[in-house]
């Protein structure tokens, strides 16, 4: 049983598999979550779970430590290439066309100071490069490199290739029972009641 909070490491991405980490975290921080502290885009939360549920028993504990796994997966591969998990989404996110500055902060649920100093590293490094938008003279767009392209690559190929190790081991039918699921829990979140009758 637990008798103290248990502090939680959760890290936003807009990818859809992940979308219900970004729900639980808006549902549970207005109810009896404290924020702790924010460092290099991850959000540490302190969580006080009910006497008599053990974590293991909660739904998000599964969901949490999954992409923490998948977080330090990724980074590991990034790291070969000098970069992070971070800077390899945003690449996912930018468009040939070139994307809004303003667009992708919402795409990976970022505060826009935390992609700011995200996009201002990438672009010191050559990744990245701003450029004001023809049709919108107040909108900056982001276009990639040459090397941002490359990075791109390796980044998409990072996330196929760990997707296809999952469905190679992983029935498509379990995976279909999984991501609906997921999808609901994601409702249940969306409807913004859970607390009503319980703590209005």
Known sequence: MLNRPIVAQYYFTKKPFFSIILALMRCM??????????????????????????????VDYHIRSAWLAIARMYNQQAVKHNA???????LLN??????????IAPLMGLEPRSLTR????????????????????????IFLTEEGKKARSRSRDTVLRFNEV????????RLNVFF?????????IERNNIYEQTYG
């Open 94 to 103: 930018i468009d040939e066309a070139g994307t809004p500055a303003t667009k």
């Open 29 to 58: 921080h207005n109810i009896f979550c404290c924020l702790v502290c924010t460092h290099n885009n991850l959000f540490y939360i302190r969580i006080p779970f009910r006497v008599g549920m053990t974590k293991e028993e909660t």
């Open 118 to 141: 995200l996009l201002k590293s990438m672009e010191e490094r050559g990744a990245i490069y701003r450029k004001v938008d023809d049709s919108d003279k107040r909108s900056v767009r």
């Open 84 to 90: 992070t998990m971070a800077e390899g989404f945003v």
């Open 166 to 173: 999952v469905r190679e081991e992983i029935p498509q039918e």
């Open 180 to 188: 609906e699921v997921i999808q609901n829990i994601n409702k249940i």
